[in-house]
């Protein structure tokens, strides 16, 4: 099946600073993809929709400005979470939709901790 | 209202026991359902499709009514390795929007 790969698995930062997330489709081209977070026990709940070659769509109640979206290619997106703060650490995943979108591909996750 | 509710669980079932799972949905315009499967701090992977006829794949069975909005998953001789938790997810076509949906989740713990 298809492979999406998401990089740090793990990152640890200090207060004020950002972290950049990248999530790449390795062997299909993904025009939109998707990220999640995760808190503990919680389920994934979807905080954007990224398009390539444009601004992504941003659920309501997630900062734009704050989580930062560029999909500037076919197979990559990048997801920054600028000014971390504790309350963003989270569990963070990205999605990919197969052509048929008939299956949704998970990257591993990136769990940030923000102390 | 969530959009999609499970049971949180946890189900305690001992080796060998069915369990079944329920979710309902609060959308009609939603199109098609999965099951997918989630270990401890790991991501989300599809565990079954679920069609309108039902389907089954070896101890898994997934049903889905669309009349009363709910989806089911049975699990048959359950495993040590059936212990995770069980997401249901609904795809919404509603304008256009194609991200899934998830179900908070339910956790099963398969004892031995």
């Known amino acids: 099946g298809a492979v999406v790969s998401q990089h740090p698995s793990r990152v640890i930062c200090k207060s004020g600073t950002s972290v950049k997330i990248e999530c790449r489709s390795l062997d299909f081209q993904a025009t939109t993809m998707f990220w999640y977070r995760q808190f503990p026990k919680q389920s994934l709940m979807l905080m954007a929709t990224?398009?390539?070659?444009?601004?992504?769509?941003?659920e309501q109640g997630v900062e734009k400005d704050k989580f930062l979206i560029n999909h500037a290619s076919l197979t990559l997106s990048t997801l920054t979470v600028t000014s971390a703060h504790p309350e963003d650490s989270s569990f963070y995943i990205c999605s990919a939709r197969d052509l048929r979108d008939t299956e949704a591909f998970f990257g591993q996750g990136t769990r940030l901790t923000v102390v | 209202r969530k959009e999609v509710e499970q049971d949180p669980g946890p189900f305690n079932v001992p080796e060998g026991a069915t369990v079944a799972f329920n979710c309902t949905y609060s959308?009609?315009?939603?199109?098609?359902f999965f099951w997918y499967r989630q270990d401890c701090r790991k991501e989300p992977k599809l565990l079954m499709s679920v069609y309108s006829s039902g389907n089954e794949d070896g101890r898994f069975t997934a049903q889905l009514n669309r009349a009363s909005q709910y989806i089911s998953l049975l699990i048959r001789d359950s495993k040590l390795s059936d212990s995770a938790t069980y997401l249901c997810?609904?795809?919404?076509?509603?304008?256009?929007?194609?991200?899934?949906?998830f179900g908070s989740g339910t956790r099963l713990q398969v004892q031995p």
């Open positions: 997810v609904v795809n919404i076509w509603d304008t256009g929007r194609r991200a899934l949906t």
């Open positions: 959308n009609s315009a939603s199109q098609s």
């Open positions: 990224s398009n390539e070659g444009s601004k992504a769509t941003y």
